[in-house]
């Protein structure tokens, strides 16, 4: 579907990088055809040295011979950016932003009349190839455009198709969501510390932990309850620490943190 496109990224950023190293590492499309733009000269330098793609600090000279413009910039630049681009982003262009709280509304506001846009919420493991990202297309854009948009992405990781509503609440679980499982990681591995084994060992037995766990779920065909219950013993170990988990509210705590996170993110994109 991106034979023969050319891609613009605009930021050249962290997650922008991460967007070029799809795109080059799986095939998508030769690295000729992909341009970034990106105001800080050094970065340009190492995007150039690493993926051989055509580099400029000039945004609009980036999008002008795109197909696909994917805006990989920070939610408050966002304005100024589209205001710049606005002269020769029209519907021949397809437009994907991974700006969070940035609404297609807006984009589409800023731009010409009939533009397609695609909204992406991607999260940071993505930058091993891991990530989850949600995807929604605006009012102009066409199931083919979602494809497209869902073929590049899917180089980071998987993807899923919701309603744009819904978008705060994919901030919630799984962009934020990283973090909380970080944290649970790091926790896990101070109790291991506690119990006498030694830190590297205990993070390294934790995080494969919590990644195995991750990959049965998404792999086993099982639900994670099911899984759960495979682990659980009559009177064993594990049975006595969920009794501590759940004394401890881990369901309620857990659901409570990304209620929290959606309705921030709300809060912060309210004005978008």
Do not use: W
């Not at 190293?21 to 733009?37: E, F, H, K």
């Not at 580099?55 to 805006?71: C, D, F, G, P, R």
């Not at 948009?149 to 799984?174: C, H, N, P, Q, Y």
């Amino acid at each position: 579907m991106l034979k023969g496109k050319k891609i613009a990224i605009i930021g050249g950023g962290k997650m922008g990088g991460v967007i070029i190293n799809g795109i080059v590492s799986r095939q998508l499309a030769p690295a000729a055809n992909v341009t970034v733009a990106d105001k800080v000269r050094g970065c340009l330098l190492g995007l150039k040295d690493a993926y051989g793609i055509a580099t400029t600090e000039n945004n609009k000279k980036a999008a002008q011979a795109a197909i696909v413009v994917i805006l990989a910039v920070k939610p408050q630049d966002m304005g100024n950016v589209l205001q710049e681009l606005s002269p020769i982003i029209d519907n021949k262009k397809l437009v994907n932003s991974i700006a969070a709280g940035i609404s297609t509304g807006f984009i589409e506001g800023c731009l010409k009349e009939g533009v397609r846009v695609i909204r992406v919420m991607p999260n940071t493991p993505a930058l091993i190839g891991e990530g989850a990202a949600a995807l929604t297309r605006g009012k102009n854009a066409s199931e083919k455009d979602l494809e497209l948009a869902e073929l590049i992405f899917r180089a980071l990781g998987i993807t899923v198709v919701v309603k744009e509503e819904l978008m705060d609440a994919v901030t919630g679980l799984s962009g934020s969501g990283p973090a909380y499982g970080f944290l649970i990681i790091e926790a896990l591995t101070d109790a291991g510390v506690l119990m006498g084994l030694g830190r590297d060992v205990a993070l390294k037995l934790a995080a494969q932990t919590m990644l195995g766990a991750a990959k049965l779920c998404l792999q086993g065909g099982k639900h994670p309850a099911e899984l759960k219950d495979m682990v659980t013993s009559p009177g064993g170990t594990t049975i006595a620490a969920l009794k501590v988990l759940e004394d401890g509210k881990i369901r309620a705590t857990l659901m409570a943190a990304v209620e929290a996170a959606t309705l921030r993110s709300r809060e912060l994109g309210g004005h978008r």
